[in-house]
């Protein structure tokens, strides 16, 4: 008999500040209906200036730690394509952070967007080998284009942080997968750039091509009928893309694509996403946390994930929602962590933007502006040093 394996807790953390579309289309000059309706998006995350993708990850993780204890896990896998070393793990620095054992394996997982779901199944995986053991996944990322270009409006920053075990509490994930990998140049960020390349249309396309080529596998490898899902869970570099590819998977499978019939589907998935914008990996994890946490009872339904990313590798997979998920929901603390967020407006926003440590070796300290538990306090001799309050 095979074992239940899935998500047993997830907790989120955003950024200090947030910039509402409204005010970069006073600056731009775009008509706010493109960023409303057009891209689905309504405000952005911006990171403080001593905020990043460990801080974030940290913050996550923490209460995760809280409520279940750091004895039982012993891999950590943290999934970013924001990567702040080259080398060394960012989930090292986050490991430390929170306190957890030395018996512990760390790894740094990468491939665009999708990364988060490798880690996932990667973790389902260990623990199907030692089903004592729990596996940590963080996915954390910070979204960032160049300034005045396309995808500036599609920027953001979260960290999701899920447990994976044996009898999960939320979320039993299923076998099997729908996988698809193609070589394309969509979305890409050089390692001498801090701002992502993307060509905006192409991406999308390829995007759509990878819906089709997982829902293909997807059922040759037989999964369930489309008809059976509660909701679909995609990844939302921007939440206009979630209705495209899911109007696109109906189209594929000739079925009709009425409008109410799209928006039913996707469920609440999309309100996280819209208030705080593209963080790549942690995306489709948050758009399960938005349906979890605000759609009617969903026990015992079956989901769909849709994991895309750039470059490309994509998965399509399924999971089941356990008996009582409502009681290990993190719904106030999630609402917390957006509504506490500062807004901060267009001058404000570029500063940050365009704030980055001198890379001398140097003594550099980072103002002081998050509230949050962790910062990054600065840099000396080339080390990253975080301070917990
Ligand atoms: N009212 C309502 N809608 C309006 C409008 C208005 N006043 N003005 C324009 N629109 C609509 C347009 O009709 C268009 O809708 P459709 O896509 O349904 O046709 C939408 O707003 C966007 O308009 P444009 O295509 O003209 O916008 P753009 O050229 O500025 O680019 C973008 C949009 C390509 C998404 C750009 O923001 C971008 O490059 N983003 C980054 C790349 C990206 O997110 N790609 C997604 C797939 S890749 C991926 O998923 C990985 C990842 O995380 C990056």
Redo the contacts with the bound molecule.
């Keep these: 008999m095979s074992i239940s394996i899935g998500i047993h807790d997830l907790s989120f953390a955003t950024s200090e500040f947030v910039l509402p579309h409204t005010a970069l289309a006073d600056y731009n000059g775009?008509?706010?209906?493109?960023?409303?309706?057009?891209?689905g998006q309504e405000s952005m995350s911006v990171p403080a200036a001593d905020e990043d993708i460990v801080t974030m990850a940290a913050t996550a993780a923490a209460p995760i730690l809280a409520r279940h204890g750091k004895d039982r896990i012993r891999t950590v896998v943290f999934a970013t394509e924001s990567s702040i070393d080259q080398a060394k793990s960012a989930g090292i620095y986050v490991h430390s952070l929170i306190g957890l054992p030395s018996a512990t394996r760390v790894v740094e997982l990468k491939q665009?967007?999708y990364g988060a779901t490798a880690a996932l199944q990667f973790a389902i995986g260990l623990v199907q080998r030692d089903p004592a053991q729990q596996v940590l996944v963080i996915a954390s990322d910070v979204?960032k284009?160049e300034l005045d270009?396309?995808?500036?409006?599609?920027q953001g920053a979260s960290a999701v942080a899920m447990l994976v075990s044996v009898d999960p509490a939320l979320v039993r994930i299923e076998d099997p997968s729908g996988l698809f990998t193609a070589d394309v140049m969509?979305?890409w960020r050089p390692n001498y750039l801090s701002t992502?390349l993307?060509?905006?249309?192409e991406?999308?396309g390829?995007?759509l091509q990878a819906v089709e080529g997982t829902w293909k596998d997807y059922s040759e490898q037989g999964g369930r009928a489309l008809e059976e899902f509660a909701a679909f869970c995609y990844?939302?570099?921007?939440t206009?893309?979630a209705y495209?590819a899911h109007r696109h998977l109906l189209n594929y499978c000739g079925y009709d694509t009425d409008k109410d019939v799209i928006a039913g589907a996707l469920g609440q998935t999309t309100a996280y996403n819209t208030v705080i914008g593209?963080s790549?990996t942690a995306?489709v994890y948050l758009g399960l946390a938005a349906l979890l946490d605000q759609a009617d009872d969903l026990t015992g339904r079956p989901l769909a994930f849709l994991s895309?990313?750039?470059g490309?590798v994509a998965e399509f997979f399924a999971g089941t929602v356990v008996a009582g998920y409502q009681d290990h929901l993190r719904t106030e603390a999630n609402l917390e962590a957006i509504s506490r967020r500062k807004t901060v407006d267009y001058a404000g926003y570029r500063e940050l933007h365009e704030w980055t440590f001198p890379t001398d070796g140097g003594d550099h300290a980072t103002p002081e502006q998050t509230t949050g538990p962790f910062r990054l306090a600065g840099i000396s001799g080339h080390k990253r040093i975080y301070q917990t309050r």
């Design positions: 775009t008509e706010i209906g493109k960023y409303h309706v057009g891209i665009a967007c979204s284009y270009s396309p995808g500036e409006a599609t969509d979305f992502a993307v060509d905006g249309q991406s999308i390829a995007y990844h939302q570099p921007f206009k893309m495209k593209n790549y995306s895309y990313g750039s490309s």
